[in-house]
């Protein structure tokens, strides 16, 4: 059974540092993509960025120079490091496992919120 667990949300001032993680079990960890996404309160999820089995990392343009993604194979933990928040950066995080081979392989956390205030 996969099961992707979050942590290290909470309530922080604008400016503040924050970082998530989201450990992973019951899969091969290093063979997935690892994503983060949010969804703030009447919007649609969001992708905040992603790091590869290979380590290629993507960040969305709304947090870049903000916000970084890291992963630790041997713990089998992906990592969103958070800084300068902002109160737009509010909302739920999610983790994502992610790969396609023959077919695709896709599983979510249970989310961890986020409250920057301003």
């Known amino acids: 059974q996969v099961r992707l667990v979050e942590s290290g949300g909470g309530l922080v001032q604008a400016g503040d540092s924050l970082r998530l993680s989201c450990a992973a079990s019951g899969l091969i960890f290093s063979q997935y993509t690892m994503g983060w996404f949010r969804q703030a309160p009447g919007k649609e999820r969001e992708s905040v960025g992603s790091?590869?089995?290979?380590?290629?990392?993507n960040v969305a343009d709304s947090v870049k120079g903000r916000f970084t993604i890291s992963r630790d194979n041997a713990k089998d933990t992906v990592y969103l490091q958070m800084n300068s928040l902002k109160p737009g950066d509010s909302g739920v995080y999610y983790c994502r496992a992610e790969r396609t081979t023959w077919r695709s392989f896709d599983y979510w956390g249970q989310g961890t919120q986020v409250t920057v205030s301003a």
């Open positions: 790091i590869s089995k290979n380590g290629t990392i």
